[in-house]
Each structure stands twice: as C-alpha cells, then as structure tokens.
C-alpha cells in the first residue's frame, strides 16, 4: 500500500517517540545530561533514514 510504513520502520518510529519521552522526564526529574540527547537525536536520525530509504 502506498505511503504506509513496513513494521520495522514503525516499530523505530515508535521507539524514537518512546526515547524522546523517557529523555524528557530524566531531564526533567534528574537534570539533562548530553549523551541521553545526543543518543536519541541518533535514534531519530536512523529512524528518518529508514523512512526516506523504505521502498514503496
């Protein structure tokens, strides 16, 4: 079906929002710390990579 996603790349879509929320609430309960953002910007670029590879 065109435009819809595999599962992997919503599973990654799903871990990426999952990461941002986790992320979130350490800085919020714990202080920010550099290396939770920088994995998850990661996370998001790898997720974003996957979408624009994917074959449709």
Aim: aromatic share 8%; hydrophobic share 50%; net charge positive.
């Amino acid at each position: 079906m065109p435009g819809s996603a595999d599962g992997s790349t919503k599973t990654m879509g799903v871990l990426t929002l999952g990461g941002l929320v986790m992320v979130t609430a350490y800085t919020v309960a714990l202080g920010s710390n550099g290396w939770l953002w920088f994995g998850w910007v990661v996370l998001g670029l790898i997720t974003l990579g996957m979408v624009a590879t994917r074959t449709t």
